[in-house]
């Protein structure tokens, strides 16, 4: 028998979550809320719906008896608690409850969930009073990382060079409110070098398996150069990350978070995200928690699972992930991402997109993406447009690739970075 089910997000993440769960052969008919112009190819899409919008989205699982699972992707409606809801309707849904999903939703939070298990991370302290942050960044050692508690969409984090920087970085957040409500309470942490990776894990609030690990760019420009983004470009694995860091994580970091949530009445059911320095001395330090898929650390995670999606979903729910064992395609992956001119700052939509003759093998994940109504044609709608991933059997050969494919594709305003996994 098949089994429908219902995706909520509109980006990439939500495309690559779409394109696994549709090779299922268990997975019946896909819905997507709001969904883009390329999922609309593999779900019935409600672009007329918001990710947020926690009512409208019960009412229409309500409405649809055939969803059998609902998948909840996006930070916001599980912070939000659309898990939670969706459960008190007696329905399926994959992703963890707000009470887990706090350890994105509040780094406040989350790190002092890690100084009280004694899980690794920067040394730092926490403030609710702009006087006494500002008093503080006068004497705290610089470089020094100041972050909004709340979500902000990956671009609440700042990293001060000198004292001047920081406190312009914590007037931004504190006073002049960059961030909205996220920036009531900060973070202010010692600042780490090293290397970053990323291990997204799924969980069943006791077993924890750790996927292929990837790396994410965050900055806007070539060279870490320009603002935060969400990510303009992905790889995996990341190479750097040994056998041997991956069994310490696994002991210090993966395995004592889940226990810690279950401790604390909060188990998470879910992909948990585990952003990982890597310090010089090969000390692995926790940069932060994410409660779901990273976008677009999905793009190159999802395309290299070779195990059914439907089920890894299902045991996470069940609490039957012991019974499971990822399997992974060989090949590397590269995703590159197109973002609107401006982006992520200011940028225009309604450019139509033109695709040109992209290879067989090579997936255009869809972001920013909508049908214009009057002329039918793939238009942008979003800052991060469109992610290409390529398999390659290294990760020189799959970056080829994809940087082939993304130089045929051309909106107005498109820009890319050219040094997304710029070392192999
Ligand atoms: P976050 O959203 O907390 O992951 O921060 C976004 C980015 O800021 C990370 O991916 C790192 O590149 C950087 N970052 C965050 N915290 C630190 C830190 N303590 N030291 C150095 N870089 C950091
Ligand atoms: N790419 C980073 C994130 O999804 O948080």
Redesign the pocket.
């Known amino acids: 028998m098949k089994h429908n089910v219902l995706v909520v997000g509109g980006g990439g993440r939500e495309h690559a979550i779409a394109y696994a769960l549709a090779k299922s052969p268990q997975v019946g008919k896909l819905y997507c809320i709001p969904g883009n112009a390329g999922i609309a190819e593999l779900a019935e899409c409600r672009p007329d719906i918001k990710a947020t919008d926690l009512d409208k989205i019960v009412e229409f699982v309500k409405a649809h008896e055939d969803i059998e699972l609902t998948v909840v992707a996006p930070d916001d409606p599980l912070a939000m608690g659309l898990v939670d809801r969706l459960e008190s309707e007696g329905k399926r849904a994959f992703g963890p409850r707000a009470n887990a999903a706090i350890i994105e939703a509040s780094k406040v939070f989350s790190k002092n969930l890690m100084r009280k298990y004694s899980i690794p991370t920067?040394e730092y302290q926490t403030f609710s009073c702009y006087d006494e942050a500002a008093k503080y960044i006068e004497t705290c050692p610089v470089p020094t990382?100041i972050?909004a508690d709340g979500l902000a969409l990956?671009k609440g984090?700042i990293?001060a060079q000198n004292r001047e920087e920081a406190r312009a970085g914590l007037k931004e957040i504190m006073l002049d409110k960059a961030f909205g409500s996220a920036g009531a309470n900060v973070v202010i942490?010692?600042?780490?070098t090293g290397f970053?990776v990323s291990v997204l894990a799924f969980s069943d609030g006791k077993t924890v398996i750790p996927m292929a690990s990837s790396q994410d760019h965050?900055r806007a420009h070539d060279g870490d150069t320009g603002l935060?983004t969400g990510g303009m470009g992905t790889f995996s694995p990341q190479d750097k990350y040994t056998p041997d860091m991956a069994k310490r994580a696994m002991e210090t970091v993966f395995v004592p978070t889940v226990r810690a949530l279950e401790k604390e009445g909060r188990p998470f059911k879910g992909v948990l995200y585990f952003?990982l320095?890597i310090t010089p001395s090969g000390d692995i330090k926790v940069?932060?928690y994410n409660a779901r898929f990273g976008d677009p650390e999905a793009q190159v995670i999802l395309p290299r699972l070779k195990n059914d999606l439907f089920d890894v979903f299902n045991a996470c729910i069940d609490g039957t992930l012991d019974k499971i064992t990822l399997e992974w395609d060989e090949r590397a992956a590269v995703c590159v991402v197109a973002a609107s001119g401006g982006y992520p700052l200011k940028y225009e939509k309604g450019k139509k997109i033109t695709f040109g003759d992209i290879d067989k093998d090579v997936i255009v994940f869809h972001a920013g993406t909508a049908i214009c109504p009057d002329c039918g044609e793939t238009v942008t709608s979003g800052g991060r447009v469109l992610g290409v991933t390529a398999l390659g059997k290294t990760l020189s050969e799959a970056k080829a690739k994809a940087y082939a494919n993304i130089k045929k594709i051309s909106f107005e305003g498109m820009f890319y970075r050219s040094d997304i996994c710029k070392n192999h």
């Not at 942490?189 to 780490?192: G, I, K, N, R, W």
């Open positions: 920067a990382v972050k990956g984090v990293i942490e010692e600042f780490l970053e965050k935060n952003g320095m940069l932060e």
